[in-house]
């Protein structure tokens, strides 16, 4: 492992070094006091949707949902921090946007964890955390297994924070090959296809139009095949109203309303984020559609209200059988290649722990049982903490897997933290006095 030598035992062990726990590692490095902690990431270096950072997409939200502006506005942190030391201030706001885009972002992510190589370890893959038991059946705290270069090794720690992002979703029966790959590794696949005269995106969303689009301005001669599961694809339903599903502030109000409650929102403006594409990018590919219908030609087709019934690839290419919900008739597209653009999962505990996952307590839909300062509430008593990010959009609305809360939930995370800190301490230190007495 890169990196400083672990202890034998640290206060917080972080799994995964994306955006959430990156703003974990701001927010503790800011709190006065602050429990130690070391942080886990697989990739041998910074990374944030490497497959996908096409070099004109733009964010979806504003800068101001930085790593740090909502808890912490005068943090050296910040996304106007980075453009002033980059000396892009003014070009930034010369743009007049409030959206950076997507490479940009990608750079201010990367410069903000220049910062704590002290603390993180890549190209480090944790493969098992296990509890450690005490003699009362209390859970005392975890044994993180971790997998790198140099072998296995392990390091306890009385609080796991397990941020490891979203994971990519496949369709049922369908498995990545060598002619067909999920969206996030668009551009490391993509530069394989050589003069491809037919290609098929699957999708809904803001990936799968740019994809198509991305495919389009590559190969200009090939005609790319949109299967969305919609009769188009719908634009994001965004609006200063709206908007306030995604405020911190909201996070409280849903997770003290009633279940039902939470799940007719969810319905109601899950089009604010999920299964849309922005307005530009939706503009964008029906003019081209449009311009090249006017140059009789067809390069971009677009399957409405269809879905992939089968998908056979082979050594020259992909046969897809599309069935329309609308009439139910099949159609067969031999391409050369295919895109999913078929969205992502909150990540499945059972890979890290293994034969303790029932510790994890779930709800009845088998949802994790997360309280409202991010810890899973576990099966068994004891003072270690399991802190799950990304994984409670049933509990605490849209935003758990998204960018827009990420600052002050750190903040949170980070006085949880310390708080269970002191109080171990406190308490080991008390179980001291009475054992000298």
Not at 279 to 306: C, K, M, N, P, T
Not at 353 to 379: K, Y
Request: glycine share 10%; proline share 5%.
């Amino acid at each position: 492992m890169t990196g400083r030598p672990l202890a034998a035992r640290i206060d917080v062990v972080g799994v995964g070094f994306g955006p959430a726990n990156l703003a974990l590692a701001i927010a503790l490095r800011e709190q006065p006091g602050a429990p130690g902690a070391v942080f886990f990431e697989a990739q041998p270096e910074p990374t944030w949707h490497p497959g996908m950072l096409l070099t004109d997409a733009s964010m979806q939200i504003s800068f101001l949902k930085d790593l740090v502006t909502f808890r912490n506005p005068t943090s050296r942190y910040s996304f106007v921090s980075f453009l002033h030391q980059q000396g892009r201030l003014a070009d930034f706001t010369n743009r007049g946007s409030m959206e950076p885009l997507r490479i940009e972002f990608a750079a201010y992510l990367r410069w903000a964890a220049a910062s704590f190589d002290d603390v993180v370890r890549y190209g480090s893959r944790v493969e098992r955390i296990a509890p450690v038991w005490g003699a009362d059946g209390r859970v005392d705290a975890f044994d993180v297994v971790v997998a790198s270069s140099d072998g296995i090794g392990s390091v306890r720690a009385g609080a796991v924070v397990v941020a490891a992002g979203l994971q990519p979703r496949l369709p049922v029966g369908v498995e990545p090959g060598p002619r067909c790959w999920h969206s996030s590794d668009h551009l490391h696949r993509v530069g394989e296809l050589r003069a491809p005269t037919r290609l098929v995106v699957v999708g809904t969303g803001q990936s799968a139009m740019e994809v198509a689009l991305d495919l389009s301005d590559r190969f200009p001669d090939a005609a790319v095949h949109l299967v969305s599961s919609q009769f188009g694809v719908g634009p994001s339903y965004q609006g200063p109203l709206v908007n306030g599903i995604f405020d911190p502030e909201t996070v409280d109000l849903l997770y003290a309303a009633e279940e039902d409650v939470r799940a007719r929102l969810d319905r109601l403006h899950r089009n604010a984020n999920n299964g849309v594409a922005s307005a530009e990018v939706i503009q964008e590919f029906f003019d081209r559609a449009y311009r090249d219908r006017w140059l009789g030609r067809e390069r971009l087709v677009l399957h409405r209200a269809s879905r992939v019934a089968s998908l056979a690839e082979g050594p020259h290419g992909v046969r897809v059988v599309v069935r329309s919900d609308l009439d139910g008739r099949e159609s067969v597209l031999d391409a050369e290649a295919v895109v999913l653009g078929t969205g992502y999962d909150a990540l499945d505990m059972s890979v890290l722990l293994g034969d303790d996952v029932d510790l994890v307590r779930r709800d009845a839909s088998g949802r994790p049982v997360i309280r409202r300062d991010h810890r899973a509430e576990l099966t068994a008593p004891g003072s270690a903490s399991l802190v799950l990010v990304g994984q409670s959009d049933h509990l605490h609305g849209m935003t758990s897997p998204l960018l827009s809360t990420v600052a002050v939930r750190a903040g949170e995370i980070a006085d949880l933290l310390a708080g269970a800190v002191r109080a171990g301490r406190h308490s080991r230190l008390e179980e001291g006095r009475h054992a000298v007495v």
